[in-house]
């Protein structure tokens, strides 16, 4: 039996364009892991060993989500549920510490 998963990869000269590749980051110097739409002429970087870098691109995704509530907290540490009503208006909710 074949194995599907390796016989469907694809080959050719488009496949310089890999998703995430380990590179030191120009700027910084740090390894990262970075993409490229290009082909690699653009190299972005996206993961270092800090986690994910968010670039606009990604707020712009993030904003298109809707949320129903977002958690906030005050700067005593108590914290709340933003949301909106019906009519549009912000509503705050403490959160139920019992939950």
Same mark, same amino acid.
Not at 27 to 49: A, H, I, Q, R
Not at 57 to 79: L, V
Not at 80 to 91: A, E, H
């Given at each position: 039996?074949?194995? $599907?998963?390796?016989?469907? @990869?694809?080959?050719?000269?488009?496949?310089?364009?890999? @998703?995430?590749?380990?590179?030191?980051?120009?700027?910084?110097?740090?390894?990262?892991?970075?993409?490229?739409?290009?082909?690699?002429? %653009?190299? @972005?970087? $996206?993961? %270092?060993?800090?986690?994910?870098?968010?670039?606009?691109?990604?707020?712009?995704?993030? /904003?298109?989500?809707?949320?129903?509530?977002? %958690?906030?907290?005050?700067? &005593?540490?108590? /914290?709340?549920?933003?949301?909106?009503?019906?009519?549009?208006?912000? @509503?705050? %909710?403490? $959160? &139920? &510490?019992?939950?």
């Amino acid at each position: 039996m074949a194995d $599907e998963t390796k016989d469907a @990869v694809p080959t050719g000269s488009y496949l310089n364009n890999i @998703v995430l590749r380990g590179m030191p980051d120009p700027n910084s110097g740090f390894y990262t892991l970075m993409c490229s739409k290009d082909n690699g002429k %653009t190299l @972005v970087p $996206e993961y %270092t060993s800090d986690g994910k870098l968010y670039h606009q691109r990604d707020i712009n995704r993030i /904003a298109e989500i809707p949320f129903e509530h977002i %958690t906030m907290k005050s700067p &005593d540490g108590t /914290a709340f549920y933003l949301s909106v009503s019906d009519d549009g208006q912000p @509503v705050f %909710t403490k $959160e &139920d &510490d019992s939950q």
